[in-house]
T-cell receptor
Framework: DTEVTQTPKHLVMGMTNKKSLKCEQHMGHRAMYWYKQKAKKPPELMFVYSYEKLSINESVPSRFSPECPNSSLLNLHLHALQPEDSALYLC??????????????FGAGSRLTVL | GQQLNQSPQSMFIQEGEDVSMNCTSSSIFNTWLWYKQDPGEGPVLLIALYKAGELTSNGRLTAQFGITRKDSFLNISASIPSDVGIYFCAGRTFAGSYQLTFGKGTKLSVIP
């Protein structure tokens, strides 16, 4: 299995809702990532988990809350989002975080629309 | 932080033509990656480069890691309609930790 699976593919939520994005990989990768991508822009790093511990938080607002329940799963909990948070949210994984030779395998993304 | 200048920003080509795009930086990178992203999908890795001067092919795609370690190019030969998409370069260097810096992307349109 060489895939990163993200659910849901599309999500529409109101500003008062609480929802979660889910990501799963079974490649034995020990680093997992959340990226945010706006239209016609490159992906922007949000969070990195290494060995199930939060390694990097790129000053992301607290209305985004990541969680790594085990080495195969990564969640992004969403609460009180703003319309400007509408974007494609990409999950990625790599063998290790600290290796310069790492390549990231991306999921297909979750398209989030905040009304 | 590091910045990557990717060019061109967009290109329209006839089917069958060759394509070239590149990324440059003022910083030295120790890994260069090229990804392709289709609309509504995540980026897919095309080619990974690890050594200065390295030239690697993947079918009709060829990429090179610049000898100065500050640039990389991607060539696509004999383009076909399914080559349409956005191509991103990404470079990795050590700055406290190894993280990826993405170029702004090259949007490729192929006219049949």
């Amino acid at each position: 299995d060489t895939e990163v699976t993200q659910t849901p593919k599309h999500l529409v939520m109101g500003m008062t809702n609480k929802k979660s994005l889910k990501c799963e990989q079974h490649m034995g990768h020990r680093a997992m990532y959340w990226y945010k991508q706006k239209a016609k822009k490159p992906p922007e790093l949000m969070f990195v988990y290494s060995y199930e511990k939060l390694s990097i938080n790129e000053s992301v607002p607290s209305r985004f809350s990541p969680e790594c329940p085990n080495s195969s799963l990564l969640n992004l909990h969403l609460h009180a989002l703003q319309p400007e948070d509408s974007a494609l949210y990409l999950c990625a994984s790599s063998q290790e975080e600290g290796s310069g030779a790492n390549v990231l395998t991306f999921g297909a993304g979750s398209r989030l629309t905040v009304l | 932080g590091q910045q990557l200048n990717q060019s061109p920003q967009s290109m329209f080509i006839q089917e069958g033509e060759d394509v070239s795009m590149n990324c440059t930086s003022s910083s030295i990178f120790n890994t260069w990656l090229w990804y392709k992203q289709d609309p509504g999908e995540g980026p897919v890795l095309l080619i990974a480069l690890y050594k200065a001067g390295e030239l690697t092919s993947n079918g009709r795609l060829t990429a090179q890691f610049g000898i100065t370690r500050k640039d990389s190019f991607l060539n696509i030969s004999a383009s076909i309609p399914s080559d349409v998409g956005i191509y991103f370069c990404a470079g990795r260097t050590f700055a406290g930790s190894y993280q990826l810096t993405f170029g702004k992307g090259t949007k490729l349109s192929v006219i049949p």
